[in-house]
């Protein structure tokens, strides 16, 4: 048996759910980080979904330095979240820290024990809610055209003045841009039960070439979720300057706070969930 495939080796822990017995059908054929199988791990009326991974790819030291990898770090993300919403298809689902590793079943049962009543609390609150994300971003002013330099017929405080001014209506554009994003924030506020806002995402992680002015999660029941897409596009056609974009329905990552497992033997963590770049993307 490989080191990798031991019991008592290390397991990377992706969620937990409650003990229904109905959790292996779910898991079934689903692949974890490591490309391993991945099973429940039941104790106390929950269980934990996880997978043995080697040591040599996530003991602390090695796992630490992978971590500062963008690349692998996506990749582990992308994986982590296709388990978790596995696991979470057809009942609630609370997804455990990203590059969380336990030593051993035992450690994962610690685990359950450390933070029972925490993920208890979250598989109750968030019964049956679902995850929409909502971007707005604001197209840039189109680029100015280089000032010629002062002539005898444009004086210097004219240039100035012209310069100003400029430099006015592109902060006066943005100021337009953030309003509209605050009144679809306020409209989607009064359909959801809870919201997250998230830092608005860097353009070269996005792709997109437009300004990110909000970038929110919004938490509602699974069967409000098209009375909510809808009005999100209502949104998008009538909020002028700005462009939506909406994404979901998710497990609800964003309202779940990270469970970092460091009272239980893990020989490391890793940072938060798996973060929005995870999903994929539909325009409205």
Known sequence: MTEALRADGLQYAYAVVRDTGALDAALEGVHGVAGEPVRAVVHLGLAVVAGPVPAGEFDEGPLKERLEKLEWLERIARAHARVVDAAG???????????TVCRGEEGL????ETGRERFTEALDRLDGRVEWGVKVYAAAPPPAEPAAAPTAAVSGRDYLRRRRAERQASAE???RSEDGARQVHDALCALAEQARLHPPQDGRISGASDRNVLNAAYLLPREESPAFAERVEELARSSAGVRLELTGPWVPYSFVAPFSEDTAGA???????PGADRRGRSGV
């Open 267 to 273: 020989p490391g963590g890793g940072g938060g969930g």
């Open 109 to 112: 049962r610690r685990m359950v």
């Open 89 to 99: 298809a057809d009942s609630g689902v609370v997804p455990v820290r990203l590059a």
């Open 173 to 175: 554009r943005w100021g």
